[in-house]
């Protein structure tokens, strides 16, 4: 149980480009959904928290309207990178928190390699 | 703000023997949770083990078990027997048991990379 996974899992894209990566739980309905980017041998970082049917809330110094997440359904979350820059290459992890069984526990999806030419 | 701190960056272990991992964390409140994370290089973050800052019993899963110290703010992972499938970045999180404004958040330590040798 609690299954979390990421399409794509490797993403290449133009400079300029818009970049969508989903996040789903496959198992369990996830109430809350946490995005973070991870560099190279560092820890991760925590970008935004979405919940079901309501905005993201962003972490000091992530830009909003750069980063857009929606979380539509309490199965799937999204992250877009808009307008992507070479500096927006990254590992992007999403995490969901089982709110039915160890609320407080979060699952990790297998995160998405962003490379952006 | 809670902060968590390894102050290994790197361990090594011979398989089948035991390591610990140390990690330390600061925080006023007085009920929350602690996790161990384990990266291996696929990168898939997977949980190692958790613990609940109000029960006084460490926590165990087969061969990790942790010696939580609350008063001293310490979290601990011994890993026994170790395996080469161990090998991997191993991160110490830290959650607070509220969950109002932005508190269930995981606020990571730096991480500790073990290697297994054969």
């Known amino acids: 149980g609690a299954v979390v996974s990421q399409h794509p899992s490797w993403v290449i894209c133009k400079s300029g480009t818009s970049v969508k990566i989903e996040c789903r739980s496959l198992?369990?309905?996830?109430?809350?959904m946490f995005w973070y980017r991870q560099f190279p041998k560092q820890s991760l970082m925590l970008m935004a928290t979405?919940?079901?049917?309501?905005?993201?809330?962003?972490e000091q110094g992530v830009e909003k309207d750069k980063f857009l997440i929606n979380h539509a359904s309490l199965t799937l979350s999204t992250l877009t990178v808009t307008s992507a820059h070479p500096e927006d290459s990254s590992f992007y992890i999403c995490?969901?928190?089982?709110?039915?069984?160890?609320?407080?526990?979060?699952?990790f999806g297998p995160g998405t390699r962003l490379l952006v030419l | 703000a809670q902060t968590v701190t390894q102050s290994q960056p790197e361990m090594s272990v011979q398989e089948a023997e035991t390591v610990t991992l140390s990690c330390t964390y600061d925080?006023?409140?007085?009920?929350?949770?602690l996790f161990w994370y384990k990266q291996p290089p696929s990168r898939q973050m997977i949980l190692v083990i958790r613990?609940?800052?109000?029960?006084?019993q460490n926590a165990t899963e087969n061969r990790f078990s942790v010696n939580f110290q609350k008063a001293a703010k310490s979290f601990s992972l011994k890993i026994s027997d170790s395996q080469l499938g161990d090998a991997a970045m191993y991160f110490c999180?830290?959650?607070?048991?509220?969950?109002?404004?932005?508190?269930?958040?995981?606020?990571f330590g730096k991480g500790t990379k073990l290697t297994v040798n054969p």
């Open positions: 995490s969901a928190r089982d709110g039915a069984v160890y609320q407080e526990t979060q699952y």
């Open positions: 198992d369990f309905q996830a109430t809350t």
């Open positions: 979405s919940n079901e049917g309501s905005k993201a809330t962003y």
């Open positions: 925080t006023s409140e007085s009920d929350y949770y």
């Open positions: 613990q609940e800052a109000y029960k006084q």
């Open positions: 999180a830290y959650r607070s048991h509220s969950t109002q404004g932005g508190s269930e958040k995981l606020v």
